[in-house]
């Protein structure tokens, strides 16, 4: 009890005078002829404390492509990241049209959102919410959950920083009916839903009190659309049909018929015309009706009105299954935010060329839900002439042209897609063809005129990226590369130099870089049209499609389920089981 007693005293005068105790201690070992290094540690408190860096936190609306990618590309510590979505998985979309037709099961087509988030190094949540508001001048968005738990089915989640990847819903044109009686093909859920109809389809047509004119409605396919996925879908039916179904349901396969439904002149009209013939001329070979130029008016549960875009003649088709597949528009929370913005009549999100929503510096929209906004080289035409016009003298010499020409491409892609297309050599040939090229380069002035003149027709090379998985993923990468940067290029800004205002933009503009589409065709069977206009079609191209899709899968789990269903499909066939 003595001890303890004197370690307390002890104790409290240590506290009460450490600096005393401090000096003894290095006192006594002075005299005892030791040696002593002595360190002190100090805890801040108080005033002297020095607080921690706050994490700023980014909120990701959607686990598509977009969001996906942002999410795997992102691996600054900087961050704080909460994503919200009703869908607790990513799906590999452009497999879409086999999980239709049992080629490939719906569950090896998705990773789940959670194996993602989990390897990362910062901290990251995941909340299974739909967003249906979002609050750009109190950072917030509203979310709600699926399931009511008592009456707290609502939240709010603060942002630093937005991005928006939310994905889009199918463009109906408001056409009657489409709703209530079309299938759509934009989520896993959908596609097995379409599956389990077919199955549905010839189970009922088999049915022995149905008279034959009943068995050929509910026998018809129709697909309304003839972009890449009514194609392939199409494309995958036919093959389902006649490889599986026609085998099982022997008294029903003379009464099958597969219609294609296209607005337009031509089916794949983004394709190259070559493929788009071939693609024609196949299906007209293996018996799928494609019926050019039909807009569709109305549908009803067992019939759809088409009206002939050049005679104006209204026809109708009876009908079992009809997928609907003409296009995209804005959800409803993204068309509730263009409103409050000021973009009420735009089809999508308008951003800057860094992903900026227009109007926003800490919101960003990627994907299908937004479109880039490419400013105007004639907008900004007077500022970059005055920027390049160093020596202030009116006229712009080849030298000072040379010093902004990276800029200028970088700032504005359509000037450099102008001069590959006009096959020069680089922008100054475009000013000796306004000037009618004189003999030496070096004597070439222009002034303002000139330089309008010479980049007037610029602007008629913009063109919209399309709505495809590789744009959403090359966006994803993009920003979450800029986010990793942030800091450094706040100090180092690495863009082009800024026409209208002073020094340099922190990061450089998106470039969508295209590696090419395919458009599988049926009977193993692909068209492939890659960079600088090279065009394959057949099997070799088939083969090529699986490659890239096996290797473009998120992770080594998914890959491997969807080699081996292709494996199960070409060993035993389609599973024609209604699951």
Not at 324 to 346: A, L, Y
Not at 363 to 388: H, P, W
């Amino acid at each position: 009890m003595r001890n303890f007693n004197f370690f307390e005293r002890a104790s409290r005068a240590y506290n009460e005078h450490p600096t005393l105790f401090k000096l003894l201690a290095i006192s006594t070992i002075g005299v005892s002829g030791g040696g002593i290094v002595y360190a002190e540690v100090n805890t801040p408190s108080g005033a002297n404390a020095v607080e921690p860096t706050k994490k700023k936190k980014v909120v990701v609306l959607g686990t598509g492509w977009a969001g996906m990618s942002f999410l795997k590309s992102l691996n600054s510590p900087s961050y704080e990241v909460e994503v919200v979505s009703p869908r607790n998985y990513f799906a590999f979309t452009p497999l879409l049209p086999s999980v239709t037709c049992g080629t490939v099961e719906g569950r090896s087509i998705v990773e789940p959102i959670r194996n993602i988030i989990n390897k990362k190094k910062f901290d990251a949540r995941y909340w299974e919410a739909e967003c249906y508001k979002i609050d750009q001048v109190n950072k917030k968005v509203y979310c709600r959950t699926a399931a009511d738990l008592n009456g707290k089915s609502e939240f709010s989640v603060d942002y630093d920083y937005l991005v928006i990847a939310m994905g889009a819903r199918v463009n109906t044109f408001n056409t009657p009916g489409v709703e209530e009686n079309c299938h759509f093909l934009k989520e896993v859920e959908e596609a097995q839903d379409i599956r389990r109809n077919l199955i549905d389809s010839f189970e009922k047509a088999s049915l022995p009190s149905l008279s034959d004119e009943d068995r050929k409605r509910i026998l018809h396919f129709v697909v309304v659309g003839g972009g890449p996925t009514g194609v392939e879908f199409a494309a995958q039916l036919h093959d389902f049909v006649n490889e599986d179904l026609a085998k099982l349901y022997p008294a029903v396969k003379d009464h099958i018929k597969i219609t294609l439904l296209e607005a337009t002149d031509h089916i794949l009209n983004m394709f190259d015309k070559r493929i788009t013939a071939f693609a024609e001329e196949k299906f007209k070979r293996e018996g799928i009706d494609v019926k050019l130029g039909s807009m569709v008016t109305k549908v009803t549960d067992k019939e759809i009105s088409t009206k002939e875009r050049g005679s104006g003649e209204i026809s109708s088709i009876p009908y079992g299954m009809c997928l609907w597949s003409t296009g995209i528009g804005p959800r409803p929370v993204i068309k509730e935010f263009m409103q409050q913005i000021g973009q009420g009549n735009r089809r999508a999100l308008a951003t800057d060329e860094w992903l900026r929503v227009e109007g926003s510096d800490n919101i960003y929209a990627l994907g299908d839900c937004a479109t880039i906004n490419q400013r105007k080289v004639m907008e900004d035409i007077s500022v970059i002439f005055s920027k390049a016009d160093k020596d202030k003298s009116g006229t712009l010499t080849v030298k000072e042209f040379e010093e902004v020409i990276a800029d200028i491409c970088e700032r504005y892609p359509q000037v450099e897609l102008y001069v590959k297309n006009k096959q020069m050599l680089n922008i100054v040939d475009l000013v000796k063809e306004a000037r009618g090229n004189p003999a030496k380069e070096e004597t070439i002035e222009v002034n303002i005129e000139e330089f309008k003149l010479a980049l007037s027709q610029v602007d008629s090379q913009m063109k919209n990226l399309p709505a495809t998985a590789q744009v959403a993923n090359q966006q994803g990468a993009y920003l979450a590369k800029c986010f990793n940067r942030m800091e450094e290029c706040e100090k180092n800004p690495e863009g082009p130099l800024r026409f209208r205002g002073e020094g340099r933009h922190r990061f450089r503009p998106f470039r969508y870089r295209h590696l090419g589409q395919f458009a599988p065709l049926g009977g193993e069977e692909t068209a492939a049209q890659l960079p600088w206009d090279f065009v394959s079609i057949g099997h070799s191209s088939q083969w090529l499609w699986y490659s890239v899709y096996a290797s473009k899968q998120v992770s080594w789990r998914t890959r491997a389920l969807v080699v081996s269903d292709w494996f199960r499909r070409f060993i035993f066939g389609r599973d024609t089981s209604r699951i």
